[in-house]
């Protein structure tokens, strides 16, 4: 249960802004194993965010490379880092992030249904992912009929339906109260110890305590990187 | 970056096409539309008002044209009419009431016998004289035009007897005293019984009816000057020509309050039949011509519905070029509304956008997503306009009892034109919404 699923090299990320260059990641070089279950933790400005967005494919690193899986992703076309995140990575946000319009059971489909698996196939994966976070009883719910914490448990499911290789959570209980942020974060427990990877990105130290491995980020640089 | 053009990402788009993914985005798009039932509604009145106007008024006006064809046409295509007309001088004389003397004017026989034997290519003459007079019924009457003409009057007018025969030769040669009836006429002065073998009195004298004319559709109602002709034959009433040649005279005299005034006129109206289409303006022009060469005043004037046809179809196609005018011009104020309305609904959407990025989506993907929305707008909005516009014309129809005409290919057009404007409209939202940043459009609130 060794095999390496991410490798940063030597990544960089620069933002022009106006005629200034930010430096938001300075080189960071990192691997993660499948199977772990990391914390991200840094100040604010740190490159938190600029990680998060590269781990995800959403932006492409100005220089280095990143590896996830066995694919070199760092420089792909738009088209193709769609196809990825669609593929292999899951998305959990502080605000949930669900499209109102939809259904429970239709905003957990969303991934299956940008790559275009037949319709009758992943609305019952969908239904089952959404048995596994407990709401099989709000299956045709709105989400705005729901409370935070279930919004965030359909977001989880939504994040577990292409059954990526990493799933990377943004302040996942930021938006919580105390009692739901337990509930989420004992279902991500359950989660990596089912054999998910987990990428946590949080300032909250109660939070990444749940984490076997931390990384620090200061001014755009690994600050320490410790496992327990 | 290959898929960031908008070329490439049509290219991809219909690459990925298929009719079970086109279906579900259907479905999500009516789902977003609906989500927002009031604003939908009011982005697609434009296109409805627009659809639903083309149509109706092609409907309408399709059926004012057909309606001034037919009349045009029971004129007879192949037909040139002379009509005697009062000298603009003599009309002055007369209105002032004040003239002693026999106006006299108008087409004569001599004219009618030079024509028949100096222009080539005129088959057939018809003769007729008209005197305005009440026809009575016991104690009924009727004002109508008393006709005296030649027996092959129904054929070369397309005007038909209903019931009982036309007059002839035979009634011709001897002067009897026989009338053919307008249809119109017959109720007002037959409410009963049938007309046929009674006695109507014009005047002094009597006449028997031998028959009743067909009824020709709405054309009798008209009363546009230029279109006496078109009258048909409900309000007149028909003898032979030699009966009223005697029994009417060659003056006609006409009684008004404290004066009274005479004319003599030979003929009032000669149809003249060609013998072929092609050759129907140039006998026209012979006519004119050797008409204004024998009569000294300008107390005559030719009516060639041939022209008359030509004018309503040139005027119909003004017609149309107007209403694809405004047809264009309400379809673009629509799909600018739609556009606009899309526009905003893409900076509303933002983080939707964004969602579906994370979660997968390509850009041609937020494309489809955003064009079959349009493409539903302005397509209800042409179905409902489609059938606002053919439930229009039978309103107007029951109502104001004109005729209309809904052609086929009006409500096709209208819905087609309808769809387009929603691609053409919805291409450059979509793109927008294509274009934008995943990252960016994750963080906006």
């Not at chain 1, 899986?69 to 959990?92: C, I, K, N, T």
Request: charged share 20%; proline share 4%; hydrophobic share 45%.
């Amino acid at each position: 249960m060794s095999s390496r699923i991410v490798q940063f090299d030597n990544v960089r990320k620069h933002y022009q802004m106006g005629l200034v260059v930010v430096e938001a990641l300075r080189g960071v070089t990192f691997g993660i194993e499948a199977g772990e279950y990391i914390s991200i933790m840094g100040p604010s400005g740190c490159g938190k965010s600029t990680l998060l967005n590269l781990l995800g494919c959403l932006d492409r690193p100005t220089s280095g490379r990143y590896l996830l899986g066995d694919e070199d992703v760092s420089q792909m076309p738009d088209d193709a880092l769609s196809s990825v995140r669609g593929a292999r990575l899951g998305f959990v946000f502080q605000s949930y992030n669900l499209i109102q319009q939809l259904t429970v059971v239709e905003n957990i489909e969303i991934p299956l249904y940008y790559q275009g698996r037949p319709e009758a196939e992943s609305r019952e994966t969908a239904r089952k992912l959404a048995a596994r976070v407990g709401l099989e009883d709000r299956l045709e719910h709105k989400p705005f009929e729901l409370s935070g914490g279930q919004q965030q448990r359909v977001a989880i499911a939504r994040a577990l339906v292409n059954d990526p290789l990493v799933i990377l959570a943004d302040e996942p209980t930021g938006n919580l109260d105390s009692g739901s942020g337990v509930e989420i974060l004992a279902l991500f427990d359950q989660l990596n110890a089912q054999g998910k990877t987990l990428i946590l990105v949080t300032h909250d130290t109660s939070v990444a305590q749940h984490a076997r491995r931390a990384i620090h980020l200061c001014d755009g640089e690994i600050e320490s990187d410790v496992r327990r | 970056m290959s898929a960031a053009n908008p070329i490439g990402l049509a290219e991809t788009l219909l690459r990925d096409l298929s009719l079970a993914r086109l279906k579900r985005t259907v479905r999500l798009g009516i789902k977003s539309l609906w989500l927002h039932r009031l604003r939908s509604l009011l982005t697609v009145l434009g296109i409805v008002f627009g659809v639903c106007s083309v149509i109706a008024m092609l409907a309408i006006g399709e059926g004012a044209s057909f309606e001034a064809q037919e009349q045009i046409k029971n004129l007879g295509s192949q037909n040139i009419i002379l009509r005697s007309t009062k000298p603009p001088e003599e009309q002055k004389i007369s209105d002032k009431g004040s003239q002693s003397y026999v106006l006299q004017y108008g087409i004569t026989y001599t004219d009618v016998k030079s024509i028949r034997a100096t222009i080539p290519g005129v088959t057939i003459v018809l003769p007729a004289r008209i005197i305005r007079d009440y026809v009575w019924h016991i104690s009924r009457r009727v004002d109508c035009d008393v006709v005296g003409t030649v027996p092959w009057y129904p054929e070369l007018r397309n005007h038909r007897v209903a019931d009982g025969r036309f007059f002839t030769d035979t009634d011709m040669d001897g002067k009897a005293g026989v009338c053919v009836l307008g249809a119109e006429m017959v109720p007002a002065l037959f409410p009963l019984e049938s007309p046929l073998g009674k006695h109507v009195r014009v005047g002094g004298e009597y006449y028997q009816v031998i028959g009743v004319m067909e009824r020709s559709g709405q054309a009798a109602k008209t009363d546009d000057a230029t279109d006496t002709a078109a009258k048909g034959a409900s309000q007149r009433m028909f003898i032979p020509l030699e009966t009223a040649k005697v029994r009417f005279g060659e003056v006609l005299m006409r009684r008004r309050s404290g004066s009274f005034e005479a004319e003599r006129v030979q003929l009032h109206e000669v149809t003249v039949k060609v013998a072929s289409l092609e050759q129907v303006m140039s006998v026209a022009d012979a006519i004119k011509q050797l008409l204004e060469h024998n009569h000294k005043k300008k107390d005559f004037e030719v009516v060639v519905p041939l022209e008359l046809l030509k004018r309503a179809e040139r005027t119909k196609q003004i017609f149309n070029i107007v209403l694809g005018s405004i047809a264009a011009i309400s379809l673009l104020v629509g799909g600018i509304g739609i556009m606009n309305i899309m526009l905003a609904s893409v900076t509303e959407r933002t983080r939707e956008i964004g969602i579906r990025r994370a979660l997968g989506a390509r850009r041609h993907d937020i494309v489809l997503q955003f064009l079959v929305e349009t493409v539903l707008l302005s397509g209800a909005g042409g179905i409902i306009g489609v059938f606002l516009g053919v439930a229009i014309p039978f309103v107007v129809t029951w109502t104001a009892g004109m005729k209309t005409i809904i052609t086929l290919w009006s409500p096709l057009l209208a819905f087609t034109i309808s769809a387009l404007v929603g691609v053409i409209f919805g291409i450059y939202p979509a793109l927008r919404a294509a274009q934008m940043d995943p990252v960016e459009a994750l963080r906006h609130e």
